[in-house]
């Protein structure tokens, strides 16, 4: 099982109503794909984050499924600019000695499908993920 999991802190002027759209579009993604076996959208408590997600996904396979998502890509194109720092991370119980760069292969694919994303994520304070690794998604 590999456990996504997505911590934000929310701009100071984000509007109430657009984040709360952001994450109703979040909690869409966890009731209608059925790749997600379980799901959590809620207020990120005992840290820097505004707010958080984790998704459970059974196979890389399924992970793939979700990210490209064409409502993920929605609530990227909803959610990330009224954010301010963000992380990403995943956290798995597959015995896969390369699951790490399978998952962060996933992001790289996107990234390079999606170059619109770079700029969403560009645009943040700061940001952390598997596939990311600093100025561009590729690490360059």
Do not use: C, W
Not at 5 to 15: E, F, L, N, T
Not at 47 to 53: M, P, T
Not at 56 to 72: C, G, I, N
């Amino acid at each position: 099982m590999i456990y996504h999991q997505v911590r934000m802190a929310v701009k100071p002027d984000a509007p109430k109503d657009r984040v709360e759209h952001a994450l109703g579009l979040m909690r869409r993604l966890g009731n209608e794909l059925d790749v997600v076996e379980s799901f959590v959208v809620g207020r990120d408590i005992g840290g820097e984050f505004d707010y958080g997600a984790v998704y459970a996904l059974k196979t890389v396979d399924d992970y793939r499924t979700y990210m490209y998502d064409p409502l993920h890509r929605e609530i990227d194109a909803a959610g990330l600019p009224l954010v301010s720092n963000m992380i990403s991370a995943d956290i798995t119980d597959d015995d896969d000695p390369e699951i790490a760069e399978k998952i962060a292969k996933v992001h790289t694919d996107r990234f390079g499908d999606h170059p619109e994303l770079a700029d969403l994520i560009g645009d943040l304070g700061s940001y952390e993920g598997s596939g990311y690794e600093g100025g561009t998604p590729d690490g360059k």
